[in-house]
């Protein structure tokens, strides 16, 4: 009998870090919405409340192949140092369904969230936007810096955090990503400035009021999938162009959108997936903010492991 964890695939961070540059993982997410991949189509994740946190179990089918993260959530982690997600990631055999690796899913999670992000943001963004506000300190908040620089020359970060040493020591980390960028510890007021918004927090209620955003920028929101929580106010949802990943999750994840929908500042039918994004069935807006709300879905792990084998 063929021992299956002889014969599998071990692959760390680092050689995540190695193989698959932040570029890399932006252009394979493009390449797959506009092959026409659909997200409404993606397997269901399963979300299970444990103590001290969430376990999620996120499979997916793309392309041939087939793969399954198991994520944990444990929002008391922070403060013992630790990462607020981690996961592992199994690679399986697309015909035979046997395991064939298993990635650091932590590490593809780090990376696939932000290019996520800048996939959609190249197609809204305008051309010239190079100034941006994030808020969190945490290791998404950094990434972002690196997502963003990847497909707009950043002329300025301002990273915005409740604690001011994590916010400084960010920072720091976030400028070997964007070299030429001032990157400074910014206020909730900066938003006013903003070509481009990042929310990466665990905020359970908005960050900023819509009327410090300007009609043409671009923000993302990524901070939670679930339903209580919201990092923009209903106000900003409703007169923007809003981005889901797909209704489906858009309407029952999406605390931000659920939140909008719930006062009557958006309606169902307003929302856009990145399959009418991607397609073309739907063009970026350009006379009001355009939002990216992301929950995280399985086939986005999926692609961008691939390129890590």
């Known amino acids: 009998m063929p021992d299956v964890i002889a014969d599998l695939t071990l692959i760390g961070a680092q050689t995540i870090a190695d193989r698959v540059s932040m570029a890399a993982a932006i252009d394979e997410l493009q390449r797959v919405l506009r092959a026409g991949f659909d ?26 192949a087939v793969g399954q993260k198991f994520a944990t959530v444990a929002p008391g982690n922070p403060a013992r140092g630790l990462e607020r997600i981690q996961a ?23 990376l696939r969230t932000p290019a996520v992000s800048a996939a959609c943001v190249d197609l809204l963004a305008n051309p010239d936007a190079g100034d941006a506000v994030i808020f969190g300190t945490g290791p998404q908040a950094v990434r972002h810096v690196e997502a963003l ?30 070299p030429d960028a001032r990157i400074t510890v910014g206020t909730p007021d900066a938003v006013y400035d903003a070509d481009l918004i990042v929310c990466a927090t ?11 955003v300007r009609d043409d920028a671009t923000i993302v929101a990524i901070g939670s999938h679930e339903p209580q929580k919201a990092e923009l106010d209903p106000a900003l949802v409703g007169r923007s162009q809003v981005i889901v990943e797909s209704r489906r999750v858009g309407t029952s994840e999406a605390g931000d959108v659920i939140r909008a929908l719930e006062a009557g500042t958006l309606q169902d039918a307003d929302l856009v997936t990145m399959h009418d994004l991607f397609t073309g069935a739907v063009a970026p807006a350009t006379d009001r903010p355009r939002i990216v709300k992301t929950c995280g879905m399985g086939w986005q792990d999926l692609a961008t492991a ?3 084998i």
Not at 90 to 104: M, N, Q, R
Not at 202 to 212: E, M, Q, V
């Open 149 to 178: 620089q990847a497909i707009r020359p950043l002329r300025s970060v301002e990273l915005i955090g409740r604690n001011t040493e994590r916010a400084a020591a960010a920072v720091d980390e976030a400028r070997q990503y964007a």
């Open 202 to 212: 665990t905020a359970s209620d908005p960050l900023f009021a819509s009327d410090l």
């Open 88 to 110: 592992l990631y199994i690679l399986l055999d697309g015909t035979t369904l046997a395991p064939t690796a298993i990635l650091d899913g932590t590490a593809l999670t780090s």
């Open 39 to 64: 997200p409404e189509e993606d397997l269901p994740r399963g979300i299970l409340d444990v103590p001290n946190g969430q376990l999620l179990l996120m499979p997916a089918a793309v392309d041939g």
């Open 306 to 308: 691939r390129l890590a």
